[in-house]
């Protein structure tokens, strides 16, 4: 009965959950630019790039809060797609 409990009633909310936190990266972008660690944090172990941020003309928070969306509601999708046998 778990597996079953398990396999059909998780990815529905958990895929809903994760579009919509991705959304909110949109909606509320400034709620999550402000917490992306500026570069160099940590004593240099953060110094992810930001490519292309410069030709879109955004920041470099703008840019890690919205391709971090776009993977939320990228993995939401793909939950939801797996429990209706789409993938």
Known sequence: WFALWRDFTWPI????IF???GVTHFTMKDA???I?????TWGGLWN???PGADK?????????T???????VGG????????????
């Open 76 to 87: 939401g999708l793909l939950l939801i797609g797996s429990f209706v046998g789409l993938f």
């Open 66 to 72: 919205y391709w971090t969306g776009v993977a939320e």
């Open 13 to 16: 909310p958990l895929g809903l």
């Open 48 to 50: 992810v790039p930001a």
């Open 32 to 34: 999550f630019s402000s």
């Open 36 to 40: 992306v660690p500026p570069k160099g």
């Open 19 to 21: 579009v919509a936190a």
């Open 56 to 64: 879109l003309g955004i920041s470099y928070e703008d840019f890690h």
